[in-house]
C-alpha cells in the first residue's frame, strides 16, 4: 500500500511532510498483530469478570475492567485510524464527516489516557496494600475503585475537550482525521500540560509506587510466601518498563514536533519529527494489547480461574474479598 502522500502538510517553512514506507510497513506490522491479540484478550478479561458473582468482586476487578473496556475501544478505532489514512488523501469536507471525525478521535485520545490514568491508580492502590496492610480493606473497597474511575472519565473527557478547541480548524477548512489539523504550531502550554499530566505525573506515581512496594518486597523475602512476592516484584517491574516503552516516544514525539515547527527547522528536521509522532503512536497503541496480560493473565488468581472451574468454587475468601478475613500483602498485590 503507498499512501506516504496521504500525510503531506505545509508549514511555515513550506515543507510537505509526507509518511515514509518504513514507517507504513511499521504501521502496519505493528497494529494488525496488536489488533488480532488485543481485542480477543481484553473482552476475555472483561467476560471473566462479568460472569463473577457480584459478591466476588474486588477494587482491583473493577480498575481492570476499566482500563479493559478503555483498551477495546482504541483497539477497534485501530482499523478506523489505518483506514483515514488511506481513503482520505483530499481530506474532509462534507459537516457531517468532519463531525464524525471529531467523535473518533476525541473517543481514541481519551479512551488513551484513562488507561494511562488508571494504570497510574492501580500503582497506587498496590502501594496503599502493602504500606498500609490493615487499612487496606477500608481504603481500597469497589466504592472507591469506582468513584476514582468516574473521575478518571470526567477529567480525561475534559481535556478532550480543550484539545479540539485548541485545534478547531478555520471554518470551511478541508480536515484529515487523526492528523493535526492547523498549519501553526500547537499552543505551547497545551503541549505541556499534555506531557506532564499525561505521562510526566503519572510516570513519577507510577515509578515511586513500583519502587517502593519492590523494596518492601524485597526485604521480606524470607518471611514466608517468598515466590508469589518474587512474582509479585517482577509483575509490577515489567509493568512500570511496558508503560515508558509505549508512552514516552508518543509525549516525547509531540514535544519534538512542537520544537521543529515553532523554530521553523529545515525540512529534514520536521520530516524525522513527522514521521516519529506516528510511528511513536503505533508503539503507544501495542500497550492496549499488552494490558491484558500484565495485569490479568500474569497474576496468580487469574491463572487459577483461567485453569480450573474447581479452583474458582475453592478460592479462599482472602482471594474473592469476604470482609471475614484479613488479606497479606501478597494477595492484594496479585489479586
Known amino acids: 500500500l503507498n499512501i506516504s502522500t496521504l500525510f ?109 490514568f488508571t494504570v497510574t491508580a492501580i500503582s497506587v492502590v498496590r502501594y496503599v496494600a502493602i504500606k498500609y496492610p490493615l487499612k487496606a480493606r477500608e481504603i481500597l473497597c469497589c466504592r472507591n475503585a469506582l468513584v476514582v474511575c468516574a473521575l478518571i472519565w470526567l477529567v480525561t473527557c475534559l481535556l478532550s475537550v480543550v484539545f479540539h478547541r485548541v485545534d478547531e480548524p478555520e471554518k470551511n477548512a478541508t480536515i484529515k482525521c487523526f492528523q493535526k489539523n492547523k498549519v501553526k504550531e500547537l499552543p505551547l502550554i497545551f503541549i505541556l500540560v499534555l506531557n506532564i499530566m499525561g505521562f510526566l505525573v503519572p510516570f513519577l506515581i507510577m515509578l515511586f509506587c513500583s519502587v517502593m512496594v519492590i523494596f518492601k518486597l524485597k526485604k521480606q523475602l524470607e518471611i514466608g510466601a517468598r515466590c508469589e512476592k518474587l512474582q509479585c516484584m517482577f509483575i509490577i517491574a515489567a509493568n512500570l518498563i511496558v508503560f515508558v516503552i509505549c508512552f514516552f516516544p508518543i509525549h516525547f514525539g509531540f514535544f519534538l514536533k512542537y520544537v521543529m515547527q515553532a523554530n521553523n527547522y529545515d525540512c529534514d528536521a520536521q520530516f524525522f519529527a513527522h514521521n516519529f509522532v506516528h510511528s511513536a503512536m503505533c508503539v503507544s497503541s501495542m500497550n492496549c494489547a499488552l494490558d491484558c496480560f500484565s495485569y490479568y493473565f500474569a497474576t496468580k488468581t487469574s491463572w487459577k480461574l483461567c485453569t480450573s472451574k474447581k479452583q474458582v468454587r475453592n478460592i479462599s475468601p482472602i482471594i474473592t474479598g469476604s470482609r471475614n478475613d484479613l488479606r497479606t500483602q501478597e494477595t492484594f498485590l496479585l489479586e
Not at 477494587?59 to 483515514?84: E, G, K, T, W
Request: hydrophobic letters at 45%.
Open 8 to 116: 503531506s502538510k505545509h508549514f511555515m517553512s513550506n515543507c510537505t511532510l509526507n509518511i515514509t514506507t518504513g514507517v507504513q510497513n511499521f504501521q502496519l506490522a505493528a497494529l494488525i498483530p496488536t489488533f488480532l491479540f488485543g481485542v480477543p484478550g481484553n473482552i476475555f478479561v472483561l467476560v471473566t469478570f462479568c460472569r463473577r458473582p457480584r459478591t466476588h468482586w474486588t477494587y482491583m476487578n473493577i480498575y481492570i475492567s476499566n482500563m479493559a473496556i478503555a483498551d477495546c475501544v482504541v483497539l477497534v478505532l485501530l482499523p478506523v485510524r489505518i483506514a483515514s489514512y488511506i481513503w482520505d488523501s483530499s481530506g474532509l469536507s462534507d459537516q457531517k464527516h468532519k463531525e464524525l471525525c471529531y467523535v473518533l478521535v476525541s473517543v481514541y485520545y481519551v479512551n488513551m489516557y484513562i488507561s494511562i
